[in-house]
């Protein structure tokens, strides 16, 4: 997303890529979890862009530790793109977790089990609306593995995963996104004060420059900063890979049992 001629192209094939998996599966709309952040933002606008905002639905999933102000940013975005969302509070369901024996409650766990919960919670809905999930992640975050398996890196499109949090941020005024969620500190809301930046221990201009270059040179770290990012992809790798299995359908078997 370097020019403007390649944004707006790129932009296109996302949308495309929307339209495309909306009528292939048959569905009759898409549900996205907004957090008041700025990639669930720009995830829902091209959700809207690509098949209209009365066929999105917008999901807030605040907890008692959610910052009100992203609550109020969340549902100020629905108002702009004129899409229906619903209020849903995870904190009874954690409460049914904290009920489980032996429950242990660290700020790495809980987190985890917040956004596993808020992912079954959008499936929920897409089960019952016959909806796909739209997910929210950007290729800066899934490169170093700052997700949750099967919770915020779970979804049925991902119309965000080839662009780093730099590009999230062009897009994200080209689809006229409020300021007060641009301008805002990046943060998953999984606990008080907590900043992605800090807790990752970079920040994204640091990933994205880091990654750029990684990607240029053969994945050979230049220097200390593109050492430490090139360690998380590494130790992360786990997460972008398929479950170990032993199953050796090949992919033309496979084609020939849908096609029959």
């Known amino acids: 997303m370097d020019t403007e001629d390649g944004l707006g192209c790129r932009m296109g094939r996302v949308e495309q890529m929307i339209r495309h998996a909306y009528w292939q599966t048959g569905c009759k709309g898409i549900v996205v979890g907004l957090s008041g952040g700025i990639d669930s933002a720009v995830a829902a ?5 690509a098949v209209g905002p009365e066929n999105v639905l917008g ?3 605040p907890s008692s530790v959610s910052n009100p102000d992203d609550l109020r940013d969340a549902a100020n975005l ?7 969302h619903d209020v849903v509070s995870i ?9 489980l024996p032996g429950f242990t409650e660290t700020p790495y766990l809980l987190g985890n089990l917040m956004a596993r919960i808020r992912m079954v919670t959008l499936y929920y ?6 909806r796909i999930v739209c997910g929210t992640s950007n290729r800066s975050e899934y490169m170093l593995g700052y997700c949750t398996k099967n919770g915020d890196n779970a979804a049925d499109i991902q119309p965000l995963l080839h662009l780093f949090k730099s590009d999230i941020y062009v897009a994200a005024r080209e689809l006229d996104i409020p300021e007060a969620i641009i301008r805002k500190v990046p943060s998953a809301g999984l606990w008080e004060g907590q900043s992605d930046e800090k807790e990752i221990g970079l920040s994204y201009a640091e990933i994205d420059t880091s990654l750029r270059a990684l990607e240029e040179n053969a994945w ?3 220097n200390p900063t593109e050492a430490k990012v090139l360690a998380l992809v590494k130790k992360s790798g786990h ?3 398929p479950a ?9 078997e496979d084609r020939t049992v849908r096609d029959n």
Request: net charge positive.
């Open 125 to 130: 809905y897409a089960n019952r609306d016959h």
């Open 244 to 252: 170990p299995n032993l199953l050796t359908v090949s992919q033309r």
């Open 239 to 241: 997460k972008r890979m």
């Open 220 to 222: 050979k770290a230049q």
């Open 59 to 61: 999901l807030l999933m």
């Open 45 to 49: 606008a091209f959700c809207c862009r």
């Open 91 to 99: 904190d009874p369901m954690l409460e049914g977790f904290r009920s």
């Open 78 to 84: 629905c108002s702009r793109l004129t899409i229906p």
